[in-house]
């Protein structure tokens, strides 16, 4: 039945396969990613099953598909969040270690919380030929730290934890002393890095225990230029580095994003791709112009 099927491209990098009978020229639809909770009992899901979905990638016919197309709620206009609406959240998967700790004092500073948007959404937010620096997205939690007032500090996402030695953010600076000596030598950066290993569905070849992979500097509240940063702090333990310098091409960063994990010792896919310009720039539709692409494999597997 693949003549029944069509292919909607949304932002112009999300391929979303829809029943060709389904839709018209026109027609408001609202979209929902990969990695979308949807409640099934309403209606507009009713046909994928009972209870709540994550929503995933799936090839379709070949093609891969990724996410869902409804129709939009009443009076809903272009560019409307709906997912409030539409009862939808993201999905968060829980980590393999609970050793969190009580949440601490914050380091004096600009020291944000960490975001990357999809690369996906804004496919021309980069210049085509522009050359740009890819690593490696690595599953796991995010972490921050730096060394502040002659005192360590360790932070999740959201939060900046008290120190405890089993904690799943502190407990890596032990096999990681590196991180906790760059930071006492220049307290004026916060190092940005993701913990990982036995932590999420993707281990890395960790059997115990987790590890740090660092993926941004920031110094003084200013974010540092991506080679710059690698240069500046040589003997911090990196995420695995794609490619320093390559031109821009859409379909080439999300053909990028498949392929093994490069982390070593790793016996699985990747994640994913994370893509920046060489020189820190700001963009009007996503600000920092930092931009992630989640595997299509590790979406449908």
């Given amino acids: 039945n693949a003549d029944a099927l069509s292919v909607v ?5 999300y391929p979303c396969a829809v029943r060709t009978a389904d839709w018209h020229d026109g027609q408001l639809a609202a979209y929902v990613p990969p990695d979308s909770v949807v409640d099934i009992r ?4 009713a046909f994928l099953g ?15 598909s990724m996410g869902l197309l409804v129709s939009a709620p009443p009076g809903s206009k ?47 937010a980069f210049v085509d030929g522009e050359l740009v620096h890819v690593t490696e997205k690595i599953h796991g939690a995010s972490a921050r730290y730096c060394w502040h007032d002659d005192q360590m500090f360790a932070g999740s996402h959201r ?16 096999l990681h002393p590196e991180v ?5 030598e220049h307290p004026e950066f916060t190092v940005y890095a993701e913990v990982y290993g036995q932590v999420q569905d993707l281990k890395y070849g960790v059997f115990s225990g987790v590890r740090i992979a660092v993926f941004d500097l920031l110094r003084a509240g200013v974010w540092v230029d991506a080679l710059d940063a690698r240069r500046l ?54 600000g920092r112009l930092n931009l992630k692409v989640v595997s299509a494999d590790y979406l449908a597997r």
């Fill in 9 to 13: 491209n949304v932002f112009g990098g």
């Fill in 42 to 45: 309403r209606p507009e899901f």
């Fill in 50 to 64: 009972e209870g709540h979905g994550r929503i995933r990638a799936r090839r379709l016919r070949g093609v891969m």
């Fill in 78 to 124: 272009v560019g409307d969040d709906v997912a409030e609406a539409l009862g939808v959240t993201h999905y968060e998967p829980p980590l393999a270690m609970v050793m969190d700790s009580d949440n601490g004092p914050a380091p004096k500073g600009y020291r944000p919380e960490y975001d990357v948007d999809s690369l996906r959404r804004y496919p021309g």
């Fill in 159 to 174: 939060n900046w934890k008290k120190y405890d030695a089993r904690n799943l953010w502190w407990q890596p600076l032990y």
């Fill in 180 to 184: 906790d000596y760059f930071c006492r």
């Fill in 233 to 286: 702090g040589t003997i911090l333990p990196w995420v695995p580095l794609i490619f320093s310098e390559m031109p821009y091409r859409f379909a080439d960063i999300c053909a990028l994003a498949d392929g093994p994990s490069l982390v070593p010792g790793a016996d699985h896919l990747r994640e994913g791709v994370v893509v920046k310009p060489l020189v820190e720039r700001q963009c009007l539709e996503v």
